[in-house]
């Protein structure tokens, strides 16, 4: 596996909370996604880095955040969970953007209550 | 939206049979890439096809592109019960850049 992990990998909530997970890498690649998955919604993006500091938003980034302060490190940032944003999330990573294979973590189950 | 949208949603076949794997996208693309993931796993990259390829193979694996059609087949030939997973197809743009994911099709191998 490539040197992708992600914190917490369960984690349960309540509605209205704020949530951070996060995402370490160890191969130093530019390029850093969140994604999440749903049944019968295959991977959508939620959000992506291609560079310290440079962020910029994927498919479905309302309610979402994000910073990548150094390389290795991604964060995702729920300002206030809700019911719709339980799911699996999962954290990738590239040396390049579409043309470039991509490397996923393991995943973070959260559910909001 | 998704870009690429796999057909069967899912393919029971016996150990040692070829299971064939179709994807279909919308707009023109850079690349198209699939991918594995085994139950509560990561997906993990199988094989990268550019648009100016019509055929690819890695191992057992087989992928073939037509862009005139819009459509990609992956084929695992000999599959063997450690196949069973869930394949998903992902189209990458012409300029690039972010990658699009199938719903995916699950398959199982059984022994």
């Known amino acids: 596996d490539a040197g992708i992990t992600q914190s917490p990998r369960h984690k349960v909530t309540e509605t209205g909370t704020p949530v951070t997970l996060r995402c370490h890498q160890t191969e130093n690649h530019r390029y850093m996604y969140w994604y999440r998955q749903d049944p019968g919604h295959g991977l959508r993006l939620i959000h992506y880095s291609y560079g310290v500091k440079d962020t910029d938003k994927g498919e479905v980034s309302d309610g979402y955040s994000v910073s990548r302060s150094k390389t290795e490190d991604f964060l995702l940032t729920l300002e206030s969970a809700t019911s719709s944003q339980t799911s699996v999330y999962f954290c990738?990573?590239?040396?390049?953007?579409?043309?470039?294979?991509?490397?996923f973590g393991p995943g973070t189950r959260l559910t909001v209550t | 939206s998704q870009q690429g949208e796999e057909d069967p949603q899912a393919l029971s076949i016996q150990e040692g049979e070829n299971a064939t794997m179709n994807c279909s996208y919308k707009t023109s693309i850079n690349n198209l890439q699939w991918y594995r993931q085994n139950s509560g796993r990561g997906l993990v990259h199988l094989i990268l096809?550019?648009?100016?390829?019509r055929e690819k193979h890695s191992g057992r694996l087989r992928v073939t592109l037509d862009t005139s059609k819009k459509s990609s087949s992956l084929l695992i030939t000999a599959s063997r019960a450690a196949d069973t997973a869930s394949y998903f197809c992902a189209t990458a743009g012409e300029a690039g850049n972010m990658l699009t994911f199938g719903g995916g099709t699950r398959l199982m191998v059984k022994p």
């Open positions: 990738a990573i590239s040396g390049g953007q579409g043309a470039y294979e991509q490397y």
């Open positions: 096809i550019r648009s100016n390829e």
